[in-house]
């Protein structure tokens, strides 16, 4: 075949979700043995019918990871208007502990890591934790109903990056991205910065553990203090000073985490330390904290050093600049690169007005009407790219190394970026990546992605038309030259996955 612009890919390739096998009449303590049952591919469903994209395939483009066969359909039939049905949907997404979310919680029960204590996660190899929690990360975004939490769970992943190749956060992540990312993507953010501020692995990654102050000659280690300001609270627009960096790490001295490197016994264990403690007299964005009196009991000790962090944390939680940095960082992944500054002040306003809670301010960012017009304009980042197109083909995937390689060939493997800032929002970095998603898209509709399987001929049975899966793909009716291309290229289905249509959300 002659591999032009287009006419570049080949057809093959099959998909479908797994089937169900429950049966109503099986006992209930047998069907725990089976897998529950996910979306069905086999229709016929209903594509979307507009010539541009309408407001159900927005939300299921912007706010989850793409939409799955038939979930236009299931959210469309939410109400009579699709403005409605879209805000029914999106309001269920923000309550996702209602959700029954079976079928995700089902495709990672092999992954024993995941739930393992903190303290077990040392039994094992570190290339075991990581291969496990990259695999989790994808099949719940391929597979879960809660769509809008693990988006979520991505973006609060990148503001509070941790790279797990550093020390003993190669045991520790798995425990971070459970108890404190994971648990907190929707919660209030205060809960979320206090969590991760005393994360194990936090506090291994950007040297916590080892900011001391011993003897008036020891300077504190700045690290987590400037990156507390810079990336996690009040952005580096926020108007702190040098002098609060140090004042903030000062105030941070003399916390720890047992390491595998000292003891056998409560490996990753968070204690605190008044010996290593700068005890002189602070002042944070204004805030004075007094030097500690002599004559302190050692419980007396330990209060003033929780209360000291609490004090940096609520002081920064609390910060205008804060609520303004947060409400940036969510229009920019959910409305544009450039964030329209209406949208980022109604977002500023809720996360304000409700003391930081994570949920009032998307739905404030979601009411805008910024929001609900920047209609695919995003370019999807590869992760994103990548699981859409796993489950805009039904497929079924054991999210193994062939997938886990094209996303580091991509450089937005999980867990692998190395600096604190976390992997970038805009399009620009990932503009290099095009090639990799068009081989993904070939490699995809030609049944060669390793422990990967689509079913192309009950896809297209399902919509009924290759003019129906091509909406179903594009979100909307699919214009003439796209019409074109889809037939003359001989493989419709990978030309579409590779459309520049598609690579936008």
């Known amino acids: ?128 934790l990581l291969d496990e929690l990259i695999r989790a990360t994808l099949l719940r975004a391929i597979n879960s109903e809660r769509q809008l939490y693990e988006v979520m769970v991505h973006f609060w992943s990148d503001h509070f990056n941790i790279d ?12 971070d991205d459970r108890d404190v990312i994971r648990k907190h993507a929707l919660g209030k953010f205060s809960d979320l910065l206090s969590a991760s501020a005393f994360s194990p692995a936090m506090l291994w990654y950007l040297d916590g553990r080892v900011n001391r102050r011993s003897k008036d000659s020891d300077k504190p280690n700045e690290n987590y203090g400037r990156e507390l300001l810079e990336l996690h609270t009040l952005g580096v627009h926020g108007g702190y000073s040098q002098k609060d960096v140090m004042e903030a790490a000062r105030c941070l001295t003399g916390w720890t985490v047992r390491a595998t490197e000292q003891s056998r016994f409560d490996i990753g264990k968070v204690e605190f330390n008044p010996r290593q403690h700068d005890k002189g007299r602070k002042t944070l964005l204004g805030h004075e904290f007094p030097a500690w009196p002599d004559g302190l009991s050692a419980d007396e000790q330990q ?93 079924e995937t054991d999210a193994g190394q062939p997938v886990v390689d094209f996303l580091l060939r991509m450089g937005h493997a999980p867990f692998h970026y190395p600096t604190p800032d976390g992997y970038p929002e805009e399009a620009s970095p990932w503009m290099g990546s095009l090639l990799w998603r068009w081989n993904f898209a070939v490699a995809l509709a030609e049944g060669r992605v390793g422990g990967t399987k689509i079913k192309a001929d009950m896809l297209l049975k399902a919509f009924g038309s290759d003019a129906g899966l091509m909406a179903h793909l594009l979100g909307r009716k699919p214009t003439a030259t796209e019409t074109s291309a889809y037939h003359e290229s001989g493989a419709g289905l990978a030309l579409m996955l590779a459309a520049p249509s598609f690579q936008r959300c």
């Open 1 to 128: 075949m002659n591999l032009t612009r287009r006419n570049f890919l080949q057809a093959g390739g099959a998909t479908a979700l797994l089937a169900s096998v429950g049966c109503d009449k099986i006992p209930s303590a047998l069907k725990s043995l089976l897998p529950p049952t996910s979306a069905s591919a086999d229709g016929p469903f209903r594509p979307p019918t507009s010539d541009e994209i309408d407001p159900v395939s927005h939300i299921l483009n912007r706010v989850s990871f793409g939409a799955r066969p038939g979930d236009y359909e299931r959210v469309r039939a939410l109400h009579a208007d699709a403005d409605q049905a879209a805000a029914l949907f999106l309001e269920r997404q923000l309550e996702p502990e209602k959700i029954d979310d079976a079928f995700a919680a089902y495709s990672v029960r092999r992954l024993e890591t995941l739930v393992e204590p903190l303290g077990e996660l040392f039994e094992y190899k570190e290339k075991v």
């Open 164 to 175: 797990p190749s550093k020390g003993d956060a190669k045991w520790l992540k798995v425990a």
């Open 303 to 395: 209060q003033r050093g929780s209360d000291e962090v609490l004090t940096v944390l609520k002081l920064t939680a609390e910060h205008p600049a804060t609520a303004q940095h947060i409400a940036t960082k969510l229009c920019r992944r959910f409305i544009a690169d450039e964030p329209p500054a209406t949208a980022v002040a109604a977002v500023t306003q809720a996360f304000r007005k409700t003391d930081g809670d994570i949920r009032s301010a998307l739905r404030a960012l979601f009411s805008t009407p910024e929001f609900r017009e920047a209609r695919g304009g995003k370019f999807k980042r590869p992760f994103h790219f990548i699981v859409s197109a796993l489950r805009a083909t039904g497929a």
